[in-house]
């Protein structure tokens, strides 16, 4: 037939259908891959829009603020304590070129091995941990990189998918606008690295005691194994969860090249060795006194261009003046010292030592034990005021000398004295309840005699004893002279311990005034802007311009420092005088605790009611002040500060000189000062008749225009009867020394039975003739005077009692008067001796003198009865 037959419809069909099957799959194929490609890219797009949205933590725009814990060095960078930032945790600002390699290489394979590749977001470790929970249905992996682990710092989020989109927003914010080594030193220092410690540096400190760029691999790695889990890996709880840590750390190192094979294997070998925890406090009453402002060093800190009045927050370390093993040693003899007096109600202690030649704290110790409660050991001795006793006394002796021309030769009265006072009169007593006589300045200074020092404050006048001490840095006596009267000698007024301290420090500088400095150095480190790292550290603090700040307004500007306050011959006299062991045995005895085994210029002080005992003394080198006493102000058992402050004054001295090796004062400058020979009675240059001398030190001038002593005569007695001998045949003749006294003695020296001699003549000789050419009479230049009331006294008749109110009248009378008489409102009265007299008291105002036939009437004084 010869013809082809057609093909079967069916397969035609099939295969027409497959091919017209073809690009429709390709187009699904296509449209599910820009689907798929959508999904993928969406989220990243999402990103990319949430993350321009997203502001810049103002952290990272403005770092500087960052508050940092401040650590407080003693002055050879031995750490005393750290206080923590205002969020509790310890951190310390460092700069990424500061921390070393170490760490960055640790931290790098602990947390994020492509950190330089990734833009904020690991798109791979997304991936794998996504995997890796779907196939495990658990967590095995994180996908943190650092930078979304320094947002989630700066940002806390909940960790929901939402919290964490925010996160990885954040996170690309952070990379768009610093750069790599910007985001590590952020993360280095805003992170975790265990409780309370925020950063790496801190860490470093608080774990291994070293900055972070001295760490060894292995301490490296340690703390990069910390931010993963810093309560999990806390090595104070157990080290062994965070040495399994820091070997996988030490692993990721060698697999990504980041260590070397020997250097990993030497790291795993290494123990993890903490550093030991910090022993006490360290300071505390200092520490609070320099943050809080009582001391004026701190304002260094506007110098250093800080603008902060208070270091805490802003400096990360302070370096104070004190010496961590003085100061340890002074509060341990602080708390002997508290212990062995508690059974004379003693609680409470206070020490500060200074360097003199730069007025620097090396020790401070405001209380025996500042968590001692129920001696109120929180209170501050070495700021607390204080009433000083006699420790004043030395700088109004030193004013009486460069004002009215005293000497350490110069003869003072102490004898019963009374003084005008607002309220009526004041008669001082010395503190062994007995009157020495006329007395030199050396004896009287040396053993604290209160009646001469008194006498001497009086005859300077209270405003010029207030303003010398005021000139000496005591702002805290801010009230009229009038408030304290003569008694400031005394120490009737309040001071700071540190203010009395430095006044002696002065007197040991030859009078030369510098302020209490507590602070060395203080050390800034925090970033300077979001696009460099800087640090400023170990700036030192500007000598300060005036003294310490004072509790009270001043009632003058404390002087400049350098500014001379006393004058340095006397100043040096006043150094002699308190560095005389021999000088205070009549009152101290041998042994006493002011008797040490070098020169040591010393003086204590007891307040009225035994509250306080001061103790302060100096070397050349070193000043220590001591306070003894109870914070309530309740009285001791009768501790004075030769026995309550001066033993815990002598323990510290003798720490204080393995600190500063003792030596011998300087000598006196002899164009300045000379040592010449005086009488010891009279303080004058001695005649034949003197028969006790002493070598003592005196300006020259005054060296010069001594006058021959006048206190020692010698008298022709009638050997038969030891009255005076007239024309006596010389065979009942002998010639004896006797002692002279002005009428402010004379009472004194009969009482106490002094050699004086005797006024009448022998009745067996012819006549005699007086020292003045008349028969029997005072010497000549010989003067009474009004010994009691004193000049101003006032008195109050009390209506409640109904017997005789009287006051006695006492006069002062020259050897050779036989009969005075007062004369009270014009009318004489004829007294004889004891030349005393008990007058009732009649109101009104009345004036009273004394005379004397021979002999020169006293100043005639005014007083009232009210």
Request: hydrophobic residues 45%; contains cysteine; proline residues 9%.
């Amino acid at each position: 037939m010869g013809a082809h037959s057609p093909p079967e419809p069916g397969r035609a069909g099939q295969r027409r259908a497959e091919l017209s099957r073809r690009p429709r799959a390709r187009r699904l194929l296509r449209r599910g891959a820009q689907i798929a490609l959508a999904l993928a890219v969406a989220p990243w797009l999402l990103l990319a829009v949430l993350a321009a949205l997203t502001p810049l933590p103002p952290e990272l725009r403005a770092p500087e603020d960052l508050a940092v814990s401040t650590v407080l060095l003693d002055r050879n960078g031995t750490v005393l304590r750290e206080l923590r930032a205002g969020d509790g945790a310890r951190a310390r600002w460092l700069p990424l070129d500061e921390a070393g390699d170490r760490i960055q290489r640790a931290l790098l394979a602990a947390e994020d091995k492509r950190f330089a590749r990734h833009p904020g977001v690991d798109p791979i470790a997304v991936v794998r941990a996504a995997f890796q929970l779907a196939a495990e249905r658990r967590v095995v992996s994180g996908a943190s990189t650092i930078t979304q682990q320094l947002a989630r710092a700066l940002v806390p989020r909940p960790r929901t998918a939402r919290g964490k989109l925010g996160e990885m927003a954040l996170a690309l914010r952070i990379e768009a606008s610093l750069s790599k080594r910007e985001i590590l030193e952020q993360y280095l220092n805003r992170v975790a690295f265990g409780p309370g410690l925020r950063g790496v540096e801190a860490a470093s400190r608080f774990y291994f005691d070293k900055p972070t760029r001295d760490l060894s691999l292995a301490e490296a790695a340690a703390l990069a194994s910390m931010p993963r889990g810093p309560a999990l890996y806390d090595p104070r709880r157990g080290t062994g969860p965070l040495e399994r840590r820091r070997n996988r750390v030490l692993d990721r190192m060698l697999a990504a090249g980041l260590a070397g094979e020997a250097e990993v294997a030497r790291a795993r070998a290494e123990p993890i060795a903490l550093a030991p925890k910090g022993a006490g406090l360290g300071a505390p009453h200092l520490v609070r006194a320099v943050l809080g402002g009582a001391l004026g060093p701190v304002a260094g800190l506007d110098a250093a261009g800080q603008g902060a009045a208070s270091p805490r927050g802003r400096a990360s370390s302070i370096t104070l003046t004190i010496d961590r093993g003085l100061q340890r040693e002074v509060e341990v003899l602080a708390q002997q010292t508290v212990r062995s007096l508690s059974d004379r109600d003693v609680g409470a202690a206070a020490v500060v030592v200074l360097e003199n030649a730069t007025g620097e704290v090396l020790a401070y110790v405001g209380s025996h034990d500042i968590e001692d409660a129920a001696g109120l050991g929180y209170n501050d001795g070495v700021l607390a005021l204080r009433q000083p006793g006699s420790a004043l006394k030395p700088f109004v002796y030193e004013l009486a000398m460069e004002q009215l021309g005293f000497t350490a030769a110069t003869v003072l009265p102490d004898v019963e004295l009374s003084f005008p006072t607002a309220d009526g009169s004041y008669a001082p007593r010395n503190y062994d309840g007995r009157f020495h006589g006329p007395v030199r300045v050396r004896d009287a200074l040396a053993n604290s005699y209160n009646v001469p020092a008194v006498w001497t404050a009086a005859a300077l006048g209270p405003e010029r004893v207030l303003t010398r001490l005021r000139e000496l840095g005591l702002r805290s006596l801010d009230r009229e002279p009038s408030r304290y009267g003569v008694a400031i000698a005394l120490g009737d007024g309040e001071v700071r311990l540190l203010d009395l301290a430095n006044a002696y420090a002065t007197l040991a500088r030859g009078g030369i005034y510098l302020p209490v400095r507590a602070v060395r150095s203080l050390a800034f480190s925090s970033p300077s802007s979001p696009s460099s790292s800087s640090s400023q550290a170990g700036s030192p603090v500007p000598p300060a311009r005036s003294g310490s700040d004072a509790p009270v307004e001043p009632p003058a500007a404390p002087p400049e420092r350098g500014a001379r306050v006393l004058d340095a011959a006397r100043a040096r006299v006043i150094v002699d005088i308190l560095a005389d062991d021999r000088a205070r045995l009549a009152s101290f005895g041998e042994g006493n605790a002011l008797d040490l085994p070098f020169p040591v210029a010393a003086k204590t002080g007891t307040s009225k009611g035994f509250r306080d005992n001061i103790a302060v003394g100096f070397t050349p080198d070193v000043t220590v002040a001591v306070w003894v006493g109870n914070f309530d102000g309740s009285p001791m058992g009768g501790v004075s500060g030769i026995t309550g402050a001066g033993p815990l004054f002598r323990d510290a001295m003798l720490a204080a000189a393995r600190l500063r090796p003792p030596r011998p004062f300087d000598p006196p400058d002899p164009e300045q000062l000379a040592e010449v020979e005086v009488c010891a009675l009279s303080g004058m240059r001695p005649t034949a008749a003197c028969p006790h001398r002493r070598r003592e030190l005196l300006p020259r001038g005054d060296a010069a225009a001594l006058s021959p002593c006048d206190m020692h005569e010698a008298v022709r007695i009638d050997r038969r009867n030891g009255l005076r001998a007239g024309a006596c045949p010389d065979a009942a003749v002998e010639e004896r020394v006797f002692e002279r006294y002005d009428a402010e003695l004379t009472a004194w020296a009969r009482a106490a039975g002094r050699p004086v001699a005797p006024e009448a003549a022998s009745p067996l000789c012819g006549a005699l003739a007086g020292l003045d050419g008349a028969p029997g009479g005072p010497p000549a230049g010989a003067r009474v005077r009004v010994a009691y009331p004193p000049d101003g006294a006032r008195f109050v008749l009390d209506p409640s009692i109904n017997s005789l109110q009287a006051i006695r009248l006492r006069a002062d009378v020259p050897p050779g008067v036989a009969r005075a008489r007062f004369v009270l409102d014009g009318h004489p009265v004829e007294i004889g001796p004891p030349f005393a007299l008990d007058w009732p008291l009649v109101a009104g105002a009345h004036r009273l003198r004394v005379e004397a036939d021979g002999a020169a009437a006293g100043e005639e004084i005014e007083f009232s009865v009210e």
